[in-house]
């Protein structure tokens, strides 16, 4: 029999709560090992990441006119968010690194940038330009709007290449597509990434898919009308690609 502050506490208590903690502590290493880029983006500091303003971090070191680089991108991709969703429902923690070591030390691969968990962001140094910021600011801000709605991933990727207003895979004016979907467009993440991994222009056919819908029902608002429907839970509809 131990004791505490509110009395005596039986020895098998005593264990569970040491076992619980002990779980915890554990839990927290290997989520610091084995996942870093959720530790790094829970903690930012833990990996020696900077505040450069609320909510953006960058790695040590950086001289002042990197720092200003790093707030401007970050600035003009939250303005050409808010633009297109006329707002902000999001407030993702920015993660930036300038260096390869550091991308790496935070749980980053060979991607520009990515949305980690739908709440932060990470931006590598091939990343550090508003076209990538907002991609990945992009994706957190739909799922946020979404409220737990799932939407096929064609359709997350293309609207983040539209919002981005991406160059690769958007023709400048006019019908914005660059590629036409030529088989169906993957569903899942899993099934994306397999082929985005193998034919990035992936990409500009989904962007593509998105964009011809929205110009043929009604533009930009056309598309925050369908991801305010669900977020009430109605159906995705079945989107067909009007002719160019």
């Given amino acids: 029999m131990t004791s505490s502050a509110f009395g005596p506490v039986p020895r098998c208590a005593g264990l569970l709560v040491a076992a619980v903690l002990l779980l915890l502590v554990a ?35 950086l001289t002042p006119a990197q720092r200003r680089h790093v707030a401007e991108v970050v600035e003009q991709a939250d303005k050409r968010v808010r633009g297109f969703f006329g707002g902000r429902e999001s407030s993702p923690d920015i993660l930036v690194c300038l260096s390869d070591d550091c991308y790496r030390r935070i749980g980053g691969g060979g991607e520009r940038g990515i949305a980690v968990l739908n709440r932060a962001v990470m931006l590598s140094p091939r990343g550090v330009d508003s076209v990538i910021a907002s991609h990945e600011l992009t994706h957190v801000e739909l799922h946020a709007r979404l409220a737990g709605a799932e939407v096929p991933q064609w359709f997350d990727e293309g609207l983040a290449v539209l919002v981005s207003d991406d160059p690769r895979y958007l023709a400048p004016t006019g019908d914005r597509c660059l590629l036409d979907p030529r088989r169906p467009l993957p569903v899942t993440l899993e099934e994306w990434l397999r082929r985005a991994s193998a034919d990035p222009q992936v990409y500009a056919q989904a962007a ?14 056309s598309l925050q009308a369908l991801i305010g429907r669900l977020s009430t839970g109605h159906a995705f509809p079945d989107i067909q690609i009007p002719p160019p």
Avoid at 208 to 221: D, F, I, L, P, T
Wanted: with cysteine.
């Fill in 27 to 61: 839990a927290a290493a290997a989520t610091a090992i084995w996942f870093p880029a959720v530790g790094a983006t829970t903690c930012p500091g833990c990996y020696g990441l900077e505040r450069i303003s609320p909510g953006l971090y960058a790695e040590p070191g």
């Fill in 208 to 221: 593509c898919r998105v964009s011809r819908w929205a110009q043929a029902n009604g533009g930009q608002e």
